[in-house]
């Protein structure tokens, strides 16, 4: 399973030289730390996907001696790995540049890349290829233009779950909000396990 973790970052070599650039970009424009990490974190695991979708490798990757849960577990294991990995180079990045960030950046920026994972991997395995990536990216960015705005408006709205919320303490907080996005990501692993297993190639 490790091979095919690797094999995503040797497909992923020339697309790597675009990485630095790509959150240089984002740096430099005095972009939201949060948000610079989450487009930094989704780099890699979704441009994988949009490889595969185009030369058709999951026929390759069923004639390899793995499983298709191990095909899945890699994507799954995978896109951790590389948000750990982009968020260091990130994080190393925005201090070079002497560009202010926290650890809530961080961890906000994580929940929300788990989350788009756990929502979208399945998808890739749902529709047929071909339209699909352009279809999240495209609901990525909309997302990341009016997310901001539906939560002020939920915030000011929903005031009994805000004043729920707002009593909490940061570690109950914190805790709660990783047990959650844990559940998730394991039901979308399981969800998209069980949808691989029964698509023919």
Request: proline share 4%.
């Amino acid at each position: 399973m490790f091979n095919l973790i690797r094999r995503d970052v040797i497909l992923q070599k020339r697309h790597l030289l675009i990485f630095i650039p790509f959150i240089l970009f984002f740096i430099i424009m005095d972009k939201q730390p949060t948000l610079t990490f989450l487009v930094a974190s989704i780099f890699i695991p979704f441009n994988t996907y949009a490889y595969d979708e185009k030369v058709e490798t999951n026929i390759l990757l069923n004639s390899l001696p793995y499983t298709r849960m191990e095909i899945i577990a890699s994507r799954y294991i995978g896109a951790i790995v590389y948000m750990i990995l982009s968020i260091g180079v990130t994080s190393l990045a925005l201090f070079i540049f002497n560009k202010p960030f926290t650890m809530t950046d961080i961890a906000i920026a994580i929940i929300l890349f788990l989350l788009f994972v756990s929502f979208t991997f399945p998808l890739f395995y749902i529709f047929k290829p071909g339209y699909i990536t352009m279809v999240i990216l495209i609901s990525f960015i909309l997302l990341a233009a009016i997310g901001p705005t539906i939560v002020l408006f939920l915030a000011e709205h929903l005031t009994a779950i805000t004043d729920f919320i707002t009593n909490l303490s940061i570690p109950t907080v914190y805790t709660g909000a990783t047990l959650i996005i844990v559940v998730v990501y394991v039901i979308s692993w399981g969800v998209t396990a069980f949808i691989y297993q029964r698509k023919s190639f």
